[in-house]
């Protein structure tokens, strides 16, 4: 089973860049499709983008496409979101999840999810 660990969320100004990780810590990271969602206070969690098992294959939510990219290294079992141009409406919590199913990652059910991080921008 997966357990996964989010790290790398803080406070930014407007404008600014952040990089999450997310280290996963069983023996199938590199057969999962993950992604990346997040969560603002009062609203749903919402899908941000989807990475194969290869990392071959991603997909973006249009409210992230060309400021965010994902990302992943299979040998250090490891998931990035590089986030830049960051707008106070970026601020949320922010979830690593995987799954065997890509189509599982895109429609935000995945099996495993991450305890989250949390990332503030500051107008």
């Known amino acids: 089973q997966e357990q996964l660990v989010e790290s790398g969320g803080g406070l930014v100004q407007a404008g600014g860049s952040l990089r999450l990780s997310c280290v996963a810590s069983g023996r199938t990271f590199s057969r999962y499709a993950m992604g990346w969602f997040r969560q603002a206070p009062g609203k749903e969690r919402a899908f941000l983008a989807a990475i194969d098992w290869s990392g071959s294959s991603t997909y973006y939510a249009d409210s992230v496409k060309g400021r965010f990219t994902i990302s992943r290294d299979n040998a250090k079992k490891t998931m990035y979101l590089q986030m830049n141009s960051l707008k106070p409406e970026d601020t949320a919590v922010y979830y690593c999840?995987?799954?065997?199913?890509?189509?599982?990652?895109?429609?935000?059910?995945?099996?495993?999810w991450g305890q989250g991080t949390q990332v503030t921008v500051s107008s």
């Open positions: 999840a995987g799954d065997s199913s890509y189509i599982a990652v895109v429609d935000t059910k995945p099996g495993y």
